[in-house]
Structures are given as structure tokens and as C-alpha cells.
């Protein structure tokens, strides 16, 4: 029941629960919460997934395990990564309220973003749980917040992507039927992102 009233709290009073647990010690509970909420995420997949929806197109059932214990390492390496921009902009807590802050802001897209075409529209939801849960966690503006949670985490992975794009769209030479053909390496999958996305 905790974690049903951590949910519904998170979703309709949002200040209240950051400002609620931010004296709270250890990331264990925020962990259980996490790793119950991908659960059910993943668990949801699998609908679109069986009904074979061009979204999800790629995607196997077997897939599922292997995405489920990314998520769950995922969780740790972007806190740490997010924990760093936040510090550089002045951001006062620990690690600690980082996670937290990343856990419970992915509320709405452990729940909901499995919905296909309409999905991404939580993940925004989610971006903004993020940023209000750094800025009262770490007590610095919602603007210093949003610098830390997505402008530099945009900024650098867009230039690492270009860095990425031409390293691996050089052409690979595959071979057909005997015969040699040049293609373009287009790099990951848009399955696998839309898999991470509530997770990263």
C-alpha cells in the first residue's frame, strides 16, 4: 500500500512528496519502488508487443528479462551522471536525493509510457517531476535544475552523437550473394530507445 500512496502522491502533489522525503536516509525503498514500477512497465509491454504493433516493431517477449535488468542498472549510472551536472550547478544534496529525485519523477512513465504513440507525452511528464524533484532535493532554482536534468545532458549527447554518426555512418562493406554493397550504419535501434526511455 505504501507504494500505491507514494504514486498517487507523486502524481497529484508532487511539491508535498519531494519536500516530504527529502530528509529521508538510503536509496533502498526508492529502489524497491523503482524496481516494481519497471515490473509492471515491462509487464504492460508485452501487450503491444504480442499484438505485433509497428511501434514496437523488433521487439520479442525474450527480449523483456535482458531490458528489465538494464533498467534497473540504468537507474544508478544516470542518477550519477545527473548527480554531477547538478552539483555543477550548485546543487547542495548528495547522491542520495539525486536518486530519489530520478526514482519517483519516472513515476508516470514506469506506467504509462508503454502506451504506444502516445507514450512519449509521460516521459515529458516525467522530465518535469525530474526537474521540480532536483530543484527542491538540492535546493537551487527550477532553472538551474532544468540545466542539470536536460539542457547539458542534451547538449553533450547530441554532440557525442554527431562525434558517433560520423565514426560509425563511415559505410560497412557487407556481402550479398557474392557480391559487395556499401550501407550506411544507422546505430541503435529506435526499439531499444523507446525501451530506455522512462529509465534514462
Same mark, same amino acid.
Given at each position: ?11 497529484? /502533489? =508532487? ?5 516530504? !522525503? &527529502?530528509?529521508?536516509? *538510503?536509496? @533502498?525503498?526508492?529502489?524497491?519502488? #523503482? ?42 549510472? /544516470? =542518477? ?5 551536472? !547538478? &552539483?555543477?550547478?550548485? *546543487?547542495? @544534496?548528495?547522491?542520495?536525493?539525486? #536518486? ?101
Amino acid at each position: 500500500m505504501e507504494i500505491v500512496e507514494k504514486i498517487k502522491e507523486v502524481l497529484l /502533489s =508532487s511539491s508535498d512528496f519531494f519536500k516530504k !522525503i &527529502k530528509e529521508e536516509k *538510503g536509496i @533502498g525503498k526508492p529502489f524497491i519502488y #523503482f524496481a516494481i514500477l519497471s515490473l509492471v512497465f515491462f509487464a504492460l509491454m508485452t501487450i503491444p508487443i504480442m499484438a505485433k504493433l509497428p511501434f514496437y516493431q523488433g521487439m520479442t517477449i525474450e527480449m523483456i528479462p535482458i531490458f528489465y535488468v538494464i533498467s534497473l542498472i540504468s537507474i544508478f549510472v /544516470s =542518477s550519477g551522471i545527473i548527480h554531477l551536472f !547538478i &552539483k555543477l550547478v550548485g *546543487g547542495k @544534496g548528495d547522491y542520495q536525493k539525486t #536518486f530519489k529525485a530520478m526514482v519517483y519523477s519516472s513515476t508516470p512513465s514506469l506506467l504509462l509510457a508503454w502506451i504506444p504513440y502516445i507514450g512519449p507525452l509521460f516521459s515529458l511528464w516525467a522530465l518535469y517531476l525530474a526537474i521540480k524533484g532536483v530543484s527542491i532535493l538540492h535546493d537551487i532554482s527550477m532553472g538551474r535544475a532544468f540545466l542539470a536534468v536536460f539542457l547539458i545532458p542534451f547538449i553533450l549527447a547530441f554532440i557525442i552523437s554527431l562525434i558517433l554518426g560520423r565514426l560509425m555512418g563511415l559505410t560497412i562493406i557487407t556481402s550479398i550473394r557474392g557480391t559487395f554493397e556499401i550501407t550506411s550504419v544507422k546505430g541503435i535501434t529506435g526499439s531499444f530507445l523507446q525501451v530506455l526511455r522512462p529509465f534514462v
